[in-house]
T-cell receptor, first 110, second 113 residues
């Protein structure tokens, strides 16, 4: 059963702490994306990767970092430099017929 | 830079009525998508529109694409409460081979009995 697995579903971050959100896919898609959604807002692109070992900044990359060491995995680290990280984070892949989205991680600063 | 504008942002309808959501985008694009999002959930794909004049229908929803006007519409026919959700259009833009999806701000649809 192909799809995208995001974990954890809920994540709490203390001030000054780095946290990493996991995104794993078994769709064999080359392209992977991270989007951020704030309440009542659309989705904004953080980072994306078209192939392994390569990634590009999106519109709001500051305070975030990514890696793409394997085709299946595209983890997102929210660093302490991200001053307002509370949001809903969605991972996506792009295949021949369009985009597939994970179920999301809700990150809250405590 | 690709920009996507949706309107209205908020839509309150009575059951049984018809309405249209509009999506304008600023540059040429390969594909346009419509998604539905329920509160606290991920995105559910509704339609993918690939070419000028494309029209797709699923139940009470119909989407169309006019690439010359850079306009897509999502038409709701005889609304029912179950259609209450947020609807997003998104445009697949490419800088060379780097495809990425740019979203509108979404339309929060509330269907009242």
């Amino acid at each position: 059963d192909g799809g995208i697995t995001q974990s954890p579903k809920y994540l709490f971050r203390k001030e000054g702490q780095n946290v990493t959100l996991s995104c794993e896919q078994n769709l064999n898609h080359d392209a992977m994306y991270w989007y951020r959604q704030d309440p009542g807002q659309g989705l904004r692109l953080i980072y994306y990767s078209q192939i392994v070992n390569d990634f590009q900044k999106g519109d709001i990359a500051e305070g975030y970092s990514v890696s793409r060491e394997k085709k299946e995995s595209f983890p997102l680290t929210v660093t302490s430099a991200q001053k307002n990280p509370t949001a809903f984070y969605l991972c996506a892949t792009r295949g021949l017929y369009g985009y597939t989205f994970g179920s999301g991680t809700r990150l809250t600063v405590v | 830079e690709l920009k996507v504008e949706q309107n209205p942002l908020f839509l309150s309808m009575q059951e049984g009525k018809n309405y249209t959501i509009y999506c304008n985008y600023s540059t040429t694009s390969d594909r346009l998508y419509w998604y539905r999002q329920d509160p606290g959930k991920s995105l559910e794909s509704l339609f993918v529109l690939l070419s000028n004049g494309a029209v797709k229908q699923e139940g009470r929803l119909m989407a169309s694409l006019d690439t010359k006007a850079r306009l897509s519409t999502l038409h709701i026919t005889a609304a029912v409460h179950d259609l209450s959700a947020t609807y997003f259009c998104a445009v697949d833009g490419s800088g060379g081979s780097n495809y990425k999806l740019t979203f509108g701000k979404g339309t929060l649809l509330t269907v009242n009995p």
